[in-house]
C-alpha cells in the first residue's frame, strides 16, 4: 500500500487499544463499530496518579469509568472506620454504572494503586445520545438494566446465602414456660 494512503487510513493505535477495551466492556460489546465510535467520541479521558482517587465515597456520582491502563482498588468505608478493600480492578475492568440512572453518592472509593488511564462515561452524556440517537441510547440503557439486574440478583443471592450462615450459628433459643 502507498505510505501516504496507508496512514491517512490506518486508525492510530490509541484508538484501537480503546475500541478493543470498550467492545469487551458488557454496557457497551453488543453495539456495531459506527455505535461504539460513537460513543468513543464523546468519552472522557483521565490519568489518575498512584494514591489518587478517582470517584471518592459519599461524594454524588456522575457516571462510569473504564480502565484502560494500570490498576484501582474499591474501598468502602466499614462501620470500624477503616477503609476495606472491596476489589482491585484492571484494564478492561469498570465501576460507577450506577451512576448512570441516578446521582445518589458513592458507595466506595476508586484509587488508583498505580499511574492508570480510565475513560468516563457520564449520565449527560447518555443522556444526550438517547435525546440525539435514541436507538443507540436504549440500546446502552437495555445493557445497563440487565448489568445491574444480574448483580442485584447475584447481591441476594449472597445476602441469603449470609443469612442461612448467622441462622446456623446462632444458637436456638428455645421459648420458655414459665
Known sequence: MDPFWGNLFRRRP??????????????????????????????????????????????????????????IEVRQAGADGQAHLLAVLGPGDFFGEQALLDETPRTATALASQPTSVVGFFRSD????????????????????????????????LLKEARAAAAAASPSVAPSHG
Do not use: C, W
Request: a positive charge; charged letters at 20%.
Open 14 to 71: 490509541a484508538a484501537d487499544a480503546l475500541h478493543q477495551v470498550l467492545a469487551r466492556v458488557p454496557l457497551f460489546a453488543a453495539l456495531t463499530r459506527r455505535e461504539l465510535a460513537r460513543v468513543e467520541a464523546i468519552l472522557h479521558h483521565r490519568q489518575a496518579s498512584t494514591g489518587e482517587s478517582v470517584v471518592r465515597e459519599g461524594e454524588p456520582g456522575f457516571g462510569m469509568y473504564v480502565i484502560l491502563s494500570g490498576r
Open 126 to 157: 447518555l443522556l444526550e445520545l438517547i435525546e440525539g440517537e435514541p436507538r443507540l441510547g436504549l440500546k446502552i440503557v437495555m445493557h445497563l438494566s440487565q448489568m445491574i439486574s444480574m448483580r442485584l440478583r447475584h447481591t441476594n443471592h
